[in-house]
T-cell receptor, first 111, second 112 residues
Framework: SQTIHQWPATLVQPVGSPLSLECTVE??????LYWYRQAAGRGLQLLFY??????ISSEVPQNLSASRPQDRQFILSSKKLLLSDSGFYLC??????????FGSGTRLTVV | QKEVEQDPGPLSVPEGAIVSLNCTYS??????FMWYRQYSRKGPELLMY????GNKEDGRFTAQVDKSSKYISLFIRDSQPSDSATYLC????????????FGKGTKLTVNP
């Protein structure tokens, strides 16, 4: 069966520090991968999506970047965090014709 | 007009009540419709997945899609305190790598 792993669960980082969140999927090949951010009252905001290795599309210009070094690995990064980067970050995957499966999320607080 | 509109609630009902959650949308190209349940501090989990118009039932949950009215609903029968969560609707025009468009979610509390 397919599983998705996302870590860490919580993170407190100072302003200006770097960020790296990792997501891996098991039990499937060539999944579509997504990074979302969820802020209170604002719903789910799509940040990046990827249909294959090194194929990344950015939805919102911002302080973040994404990479997919391996088929089932998706990484969200920042060189210098801003206060506005605080939020609940979710990784998700799907296959053609299927709904999304989300990871358990990372709650990021930038202080 | 936003692509997907969903009343954020909060909605509070007694245990055993029938709950109706709704979303409206503006893009007539949407064909795939989903409902997700999200418990506090957890990722959303897929509850129902439907294609085009019609009804789909799974246990106490029924999803309805009315494409002519651009309106979808999720009904929960015999609601339980464990159903207390935020419910998000989502939809897309294609079922593949097409990006989902989400509603903002409705927070539901079922009181024992």
């Amino acid at each position: 069966s397919q599983t998705i792993h996302q870590w860490p669960a919580t993170l407190v980082q100072p302003v200006g520090s770097p960020l790296s969140l990792e997501c891996t999927v098991e039990g499937t090949s060539n999944p579509n991968l997504y990074w979302y951010r969820q802020a209170a009252g604002r719903g789910l905001q799509l940040l990046f999506y990827s249909i294959g290795i090194d194929q990344i599309s950015s939805e919102v210009p911002q302080n973040l970047s994404a990479s997919r070094p391996q088929d089932r690995q998706f990484i969200l990064s920042s060189k210098k965090l801003l206060l506005s980067d605080s939020g609940f970050y979710l990784c998700a995957w799907n296959e053609a014709g299927g709904g999304y499966t989300f990871g358990s999320g990372t709650r990021l607080t930038v202080v | 007009q936003k692509e997907v509109e969903q009343d954020p609630g909060p909605l509070s009902v007694p245990e055993g009540a029938i709950v109706s959650l709704n979303c409206t949308y503006s893009n007539s190209a949407f064909q795939y419709f989903m409902w997700y349940r999200q418990y506090s501090r957890k990722g959303p989990e897929l509850l129902m997945y439907t294609y085009s118009s019609g009804n789909k039932e799974d246990g106490r949950f029924t999803a309805q899609v009315d494409k002519s009215s651009k309106y979808i609903s999720l009904f929960i029968r015999d609601s339980q305190p464990s159903d207390s969560a935020t419910y998000l609707c989502a939809m897309s025009a294609q079922g593949g790598s097409e990006k989902l468009v989400f509603g903002k979610g409705t927070k539901l509390t079922v009181n024992p």
